[in-house]
């Protein structure tokens, strides 16, 4: 299975931006699909997740009334809708997706089988 990250770029602080991920190769029965994201010289970190059976959302409190996760379960597609962005918000941003309903929270990067490559997001201020 292999995760393709795409939309990243440069915006201004307040711009938004759409990222993608889609799921392809073998057969891949989501659980749950995710976006974390790595500053340099930081750690990675949880942005959002998705269930993909029940559709739940979850996000880190930095994100949460900017950032919008949504799937699209026929194509094993996941969209992370970034709006209000700020400077802090650049980073390397990861999607990452598992199919085997591990009792761990969504915000456990643990959690996580699947990687995709990552997507840059830089904000400017």
């Known amino acids: 299975v292999q995760l393709q990250a795409s939309g990243g770029g440069l915006v201004q602080a307040g711009g938004s931006l759409r990222l993608y991920c889609a799921a392809s190769g073998g057969t891949f029965s989501s659980d749950r699909m995710g976006w974390f994201r790595q500053a340099p010289g930081k750690e990675r970190e949880f942005v959002a997740a998705?269930?993909?059976?029940?559709?739940?959302?979850y996000y880190a409190d930095s994100v949460r009334g900017r950032f919008t996760i949504s799937r699209e379960n026929a194509k094993n597609t996941v969209f992370l809708q970034m709006n209000s962005l700020k400077p802090e918000d650049t980073a390397v941003y990861y999607c990452?997706?598992?199919?085997?309903?591990?009792?761990?929270?969504?915000?456990?990067?643990?959690?996580?089988?699947?990687w995709g490559q990552g997507t840059l997001v830089t904000v400017s201020s």
């Open positions: 998705i269930s993909w059976r029940g559709g739940s959302t």
């Open positions: 990452a997706a598992d199919s085997r309903r591990l009792p761990l929270m969504y915000s456990n990067y643990e959690g996580y089988y699947y």
